[in-house]
């Protein structure tokens, strides 16, 4: 089980850290990622980090501006966010996938998630 944390109203230029918790041990062998559903839009990716090895990507509307990090002695993940801007605004919701066997981009490949976290950047 992942819970989510950090989320809350910014202005834009401002900075704002989401923390995902999990209940258990992450393995690292696992795949973390945060992804987003802004006002009437599809949910979509926003960043990964591979435990194993920290390797990490980036949606190209946050690269440069966001980090994610996961550590191997916490089982969390983290997404640094900077210079937020009103389209940041959305739900931010943890992901954590055993195993791709896919695209990182595609939802379907993570098997847990936890629950939202509401961000709001106003301009």
């Known amino acids: 089980q992942l819970q989510a944390c950090g989320g809350g109203l910014a202005q834009a230029g401002a900075s704002l850290t989401l923390s995902c918790a999990a209940s258990?041990?992450?393995?690292?062998?696992?795949?973390m990622a945060w992804f987003r559903r802004g006002p009437g839009k599809e949910r979509e990716f926003v960043a990964s980090?591979?435990?194993?090895?920290?390797?990490?990507y980036y949606a190209s509307s946050v690269k440069g501006r966001f980090t994610i990090a996961s550590y191997n002695a916490e089982n969390s993940v983290y997404l640094q966010m900077n210079d937020l801007k009103p389209e940041d605004t959305a739900v931010y919701s943890c992901?954590?996938?055993?195993?791709?066997?896919?695209?990182?981009?595609?939802?379907?490949?993570?098997?847990?998630w936890g629950q939202g976290t509401q961000v709001t950047v106003s301009s």
């Open positions: 992901a954590a996938s055993s195993g791709l066997t896919g695209s990182v981009l595609d939802e379907k490949q993570f098997n847990y």
């Open positions: 258990a041990r992450i393995s690292s062998s696992y795949i």
């Open positions: 980090v591979w435990r194993r090895t920290g390797a990490t």
